[in-house]
């Protein structure tokens, strides 16, 4: 951490903070004693901008960000006359990530959120990360960004947060393999046919989790779990060969660390991200959290099956990512985000999402390697260009 705050209020800059994890992280610092705890240096959203203003008066933010250029009037039209600076675009977003802070909240949704995080990782800033497309994309060179700026890499998603949890330092050695707990989504039971047919609002309607619209959608495909496998080889460094995944409906064990001497270490809870951003603005203590706590004789029974990779292809495209390596994950990520937009906007089916990613995957299996940053950028936008061409011809021959 550089640069320490003047006063001794703790700094939490939060990328996303209209979103789903945005709106749980104001929650949380509320609850943890609000302005007279907090500063807030920076804080960033997009189109909603009368929330962004109302949260940027409520917090006194130093800097309110709209991440679309076209906002800008009227951002700065809503914080007339409080004080707060305000910006709009990929610039200003990555100057909202560079202000001093002691934390940052990663919360943006797709890769969008790759370079304001990287650029709190330069300052030094300790990295709450909710936005795992950073991982899935950059990988081994998003991790060292943030180890060369000198901060803490805190995973908030939840699996990882457990794992976070439950993985004790000095006995990496002995990890065997890494478990990724699944609810299945909504889609669990149906079969491939009915799957074919599903529109974007019953995709989007989690049995468990309140998340946003996008990751709503990737649990349902399970593209979500497919990010988080890679998401997990990049943080815990084990390989594609440890990670498991086991559909686990009830969302009560958030995941689990299996050691050489068989025993297994779970972390649960009641499904709640609030959770997962409070043990992360905590670490390294607990904090006392608002959160339900788990009446086992009410919860009376767990339940696990194993994933059906046949009706959730996503699982083998990350593990086929994660074993040809490179910058296979930025292109998985690249054709998800794409063939994603593609079906919330009706152009392409459910399951044409996964065999567009898988299409664009094979199509940019070069070998090729990511040495710098400007190459995980590159891979993503050949992917958007391989994806998109996929989407047009599914939706030609839709009509
Ligand atoms: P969301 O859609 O609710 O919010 C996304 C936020 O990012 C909003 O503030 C939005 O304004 C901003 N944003 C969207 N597109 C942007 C762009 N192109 N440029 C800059 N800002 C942009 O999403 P969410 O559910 O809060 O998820 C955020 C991230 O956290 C995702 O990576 C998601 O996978 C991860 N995550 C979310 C949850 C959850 O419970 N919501 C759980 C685990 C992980
Ligand atoms: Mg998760």
């Known amino acids: 951490m550089n640069n320490s705050s003047p006063t001794s209020k703790r700094r939490i800059s939060i990328l996303g903070a209209t979103g789903s994890i945005g709106r749980n992280t104001l929650d949380i610092m509320n609850h943890l004693g ?19 203003a109302e949260q940027a008066r409520q917090t006194g933010a130093g800097f309110a960000v709209t991440a679309d250029p076209g906002r800008y009037a009227d951002l700065k039209a809503a914080l007339a006359g409080s004080g707060i600076e305000t910006g709009a675009g990929p610039a200003a977003l990555i100057e909202a990530g560079a202000r001093n802070t002691d934390l940052l909240i990663a919360g943006i949704v797709g890769i969008a959120g790759l370079a304001p995080t990287l ?120 390989k594609p060969e440890q990670i498991e995944v086991i559909v686990h409906p009830q969302s009560i064990i958030h995941s689990m660390v299996g050691y050489s001497d068989g025993s297994v270490l779970a972390q649960l809870g009641a499904p709640d991200m609030r959770h997962a951003i409070g043990y992360a603005i905590s670490h390294p203590r607990r904090a006392n959290l608002p959160i339900e706590r788990l009446d086992f004789a009410r919860l009376a029974r767990l339940d696990f099956f194993a994933p059906d990779e046949n009706r959730f292809p996503a699982l083998g495209l990350a593990r086929t990512a994660m074993q040809r390596g490179g910058l296979q994950g930025a292109v998985l990520n690249g054709a998800k985000e794409c063939a994603l937009e593609a079906f ?34 590159a891979a993503d936008r050949d992917a958007r260009d391989v994806a998109n061409t996929a989407i047009a011809g599914a939706a030609r021959r839709a009509v």
């Open 34 to 52: 609000g302005r007279d705890a907090f500063e807030v240096p920076a804080i960033t959203g997009m189109g909603n901008i009368e929330l962004l």
């Open 119 to 238: 650029a709190a990782a330069a300052n030094g800033a300790d990295i709450a990360l909710a936005n795992k497309e950073c991982l899935v994309s950059a990988g081994d060179l998003f991790t060292a960004a943030i180890t060369r700026g000198g901060g803490k890499l805190l995973p908030v998603d939840s699996e990882h947060n457990a794992i976070f949890q439950v993985l004790e330092e000095d006995q990496r050695h002995a990890v065997e393999r890494i478990i990724l707990t699944a609810s299945g989504g909504p889609f669990r039971d149906f079969t491939r046919e009915q799957m074919a047919a599903v529109t974007p609002e019953v995709a989007a309607a989690h049995p468990n989790w309140s998340m946003g619209i996008k990751i709503s959608i990737d649990s349902a495909s399970m593209f979500n779990k497919a990010l988080e496998m890679i998401e997990a080889r990049h943080l815990f460094g084990v």
């Open 344 to 377: 919330i906007a009706g152009q392409v089916g459910f399951l044409e999402m996964a065999d567009i990613v898988a299409t664009t995957m094979d199509k940019l299996d070069d070998g090729r390697m990511a040495q710098t940053i400007d190459d995980v950028y």
